[in-house]
């Protein structure tokens, strides 16, 4: 049986502790997004901007509907941020070479820069984190996350973790 600090089993969790993680996740997200909301803050974006750049670079050629369905937000809504990154010159939109109706998103030189500005805040974060976590905590921490994703969630997660191994 698995003990955490004070000899609390793992194995069943009281609403206290469970209340206690939400709380951290809660705050934790707060701090991970807090630097790139300064940045994107200062270029007039929001958060659903950077979703769609980070997948935008994760993915390059990635569909439209494709990216409907990993940021799991409305055409309407997705539109209006693509626009927005297509008039500014981040993003490029392409006809598909195979079905002329799919447009096939591309990151410009400046959308990717502006990728890396914001992806640099999130890895320091994290590196840090992780480094005072240790390897054990992090890899924890790691099943986790992926435990609480949802199934479709977690195919589009599988999906990029693939790209990368």
Do not use: C, W
């Not at 709380?23 to 200062?42: K, N, Q």
């Not at 935008?56 to 539109?79: A, C, D, E, F």
């Not at 905590?137 to 994703?149: D, S, T, Y």
């Amino acid at each position: 049986m698995n003990d955490v600090a004070g000899g609390q089993s793992l194995l069943y969790l009281t609403d206290e502790q469970l209340r206690k993680g939400i709380e951290a996740m809660f705050f934790a997200y707060r701090g991970f997004t807090a630097d790139p909301d300064r940045i994107l803050e200062d270029k007039s974006y929001g958060r659903a901007h950077h979703r769609a750049v980070h997948f935008i670079h994760r993915s390059p050629g990635t569909t439209v509907n494709n990216l409907l369905s990993i940021l799991g937000v409305t055409k309407q809504s997705l539109n209006r941020v693509l626009r927005t990154l297509i008039e500014d010159g981040l993003v490029e939109s392409r006809v598909g070479k195979e079905d002329k109706r799919e447009r096939h998103l591309y990151l410009t030189e400046t959308g990717a820069a502006l990728e890396r500005e914001l992806s640099d805040a999130q890895r320091e974060r994290m590196r840090a984190a992780y480094r005072a976590a240790g390897p054990q905590a992090v890899a924890g921490f790691r099943q986790v996350l992926e435990a609480m994703m949802d199934v479709e969630m977690r195919r589009h997660y599988e999906a990029l973790k693939d790209k990368t191994t």
